[in-house]
């Protein structure tokens, strides 16, 4: 399997999203970071942080963000990766080697799985730790509310990380069904609006049973997205 995913990795050019991921890296740690330390923002009547509800502490605004990036990120490598196939019948020949079709697309589905999770964890931990290392030079606007030296830190950060990478196989599966990269674009979007936005003060992301059955639903996707490809028609 694992021979599959660098062959996938080296088919659609991994360096070219190794070059993307890097690049919103960057963007999202300096915009998190005048966040906290350049008041962009502050209220320029009050100077207090002009905050939705539910994001009043820096850890609230690192996750909302780098969710909604790598959630769109994620949906869009599996468009290519996958979708797109599909809808230029490059999948016919792929489907001709001697390997079942379901090992072929749940390769490609773990190849963008496992460098989208990489690639959160790494964003996050960078992120995290220039808002650590600011705090000994400057004064943050946001409360800082997390403890890098903590075990708990980081084992929430990885399950937050596994259920947002998680979350595009539900994108997948629409944009398979629909044969669209474009709806499985549109579908990231939808999701991020369903999990990830306020209506007033009310939220579903700090509901702590929302992640297990994001969790659930994007597996059950998942299965749907590979369990008939041996006989269906191309």
């Not at 044969?179 to 609006?193: E, G, R």
């Not at 059955?213 to 006989?231: C, D, K, Q, W």
């Amino acid at each position: 399997m694992f021979k599959l995913i660098k062959l996938e990795w080296k088919k659609n050019n991994i360096r070219k999203y190794i070059r993307n991921a890097v690049i919103l890296a960057v963007i999202l740690c300096f915009f998190i970071f005048a966040l906290a330390y350049l008041g962009i923002a502050n209220d320029p009547d009050t100077g207090v942080p002009d905050a939705a509800p539910g994001n009043e502490m820096i850890s609230s605004s690192i996750e909302l963000l780098t969710s909604i990036s790598f959630l769109i990120f994620t949906s869009v490598m599996l468009s290519s990766f996958i979708v797109t196939v599909y809808k230029n019948k490059i999948m016919n020949l792929m489907f001709t080697y001697p390997i079942r079709r379901q090992k072929i697309v749940v390769s490609q589905m773990l190849a963008v799985w496992i460098f989208n999770f990489i690639a959160l964890v790494v964003t996050k931990l960078l992120i995290y730790g220039c808002i650590s290392a600011g705090s000994y030079f400057m004064t943050s606007a946001f409360p800082i509310d997390f403890n890098m030296a903590s075990l708990s830190f980081y084992v929430q950060l990885i399950l937050k990380s596994v259920v947002i990478v998680s979350m595009s196989f539900i994108a997948l599966f629409v944009g398979l069904v629909m044969k669209s990269s474009k709806a499985t674009i549109i579908s990231s979007f939808l999701l991020i609006f369903l999990t990830q936005a306020n209506i007033g003060d009310f939220t579903i992301k700090n509901n702590l049973m929302v992640p297990i059955v994001l969790m659930l639903v994007s597996l059950i996707f998942a299965v749907f997205s590979v369990y008939n490809v041996e006989t269906k028609d191309l």
